[in-house]
DNA sequence: GTCTATACAAGGATAGAC
DNA sequence: GTCTATCCTTGTATAGAC
């Protein structure tokens, strides 16, 4: 694997472990196995590294995408989707959901990087706005979507402040009947 | 005003506008008009001020619910608690939910005061749990708090992802017609 | 209790040899 | 392209006079 795939690697697990305004350069040299000096080769700046890392996180959802693309019906995608967060319970109780933990610290922190945070939480939305729309649910996907990806997003909040995957979990098993219930 | 209040002041806006890493002591010292030296008289370390904090946001919730407690109905206080936090949809679009976003800032960092950060999240669901049993939903009490506060929680990470409050705004609306036809 | 000066460590970034 | 040494700034924390 390349310095930069192993650099941008082991900025996204720091990043998603610490925080990204916790994670020095030197960790991410570290534990790429990247001497400090030459990682500026590679990214002149720390916030280079923000961006590489939320290109990563958005190159991860497109790969989802696909992999869901291959289920039958629009219903079995979400629900795939929600098992996917579900299954990730025991980390997200942990550290957050990957992505919304770190839409929100780059917000908060006014990072330059900050604005290309937003396809983080979007992106998925999106999606599932069109899946709604192909149950034929025409004008209120947009609803649909967000009562959706609001309820995992908080899920995954409050599973993370209680230290405990089951509240995730069950807020995954509602959304899972209430998608085969529409 | 004391100083020790005008310093905890300081830290919690700062702490809510930056994030708490990357407030500095000095930030506080300057924001609160306090000497950089002198704010070591109230606080031995930066680990205490988060306390400090922590306890700040504990406090203004049992006074929220002090004056959630006047209204009649527990449905009306419900209805009040989502009227309270889309009245901030502005500034949570901005920065986030005050308590969510400082919970996940310290649980992430893994700072010494994370596990005091419970509370944040907790009590508010414990008491929307009281609300619903009051209501007379006596086994499903627990499952509709986390409902209600994933939703919020979700709804303010995605209105700042966005930066957009309309997306707190319409799903609190939605969360109230809910609770309404409990 | 208050405040100035400063110690000390850590972090982002660069210089410059190879 | 790679890597060591180091600059410079910032941040937590303390010393010690008042």
Redesign the interface.
């Known amino acids: 694997m390349g310095k930069r795939e192993r650099l941008v690697e082991a900025a996204v697990n720091l990043a998603y472990?610490?925080?990204y305004?916790?994670t020095t350069i030197a960790d991410i040299a570290r534990e790429s196995g990247v001497p400090l000096g030459n990682v500026y080769y590679y990214f002149k700046t720390k916030d280079d590294i923000a961006t590489a890392i939320l290109d990563h996180h958005k190159g991860q959802f497109e790969s989802l995408k696909a992999e869901l693309a291959a289920l039958p019906s629009p219903k079995a995608r979400l629900v795939a989707f929600v098992n996917k967060t579900v299954g990730n319970a025991g980390e997200i109780a942990l550290?957050?959901c990957p992505a919304?933990?770190l839409?929100?610290?780059l917000?908060?922190?006014?990072d330059k990087a900050a604005v290309e945070?937003?396809p983080?939480?979007?992106a998925p939305?999106e999606w599932m706005a069109e899946q709604f729309g192909e149950m034929g649910h025409s004008d209120d996907v947009e609803?649909l979507a967000?009562?959706l990806?609001?309820?995992?997003?908080?899920?995954s909040?409050?599973a993370?402040?209680?230290?405990n995957p089951e509240?995730l979990a069950?807020?995954g098993a509602?959304l899972k009947m209430w998608i085969n219930g529409l």
């Open positions: 472990r610490q925080g305004t916790r550290r957050g919304g933990s839409s929100a610290e917000l908060k922190a006014g945070a937003f983080l939480l979007a939305m609803a967000l009562q990806q609001s309820s995992l997003q908080g899920g909040l409050l993370q402040n209680a230290r509240l069950r807020e509602r």
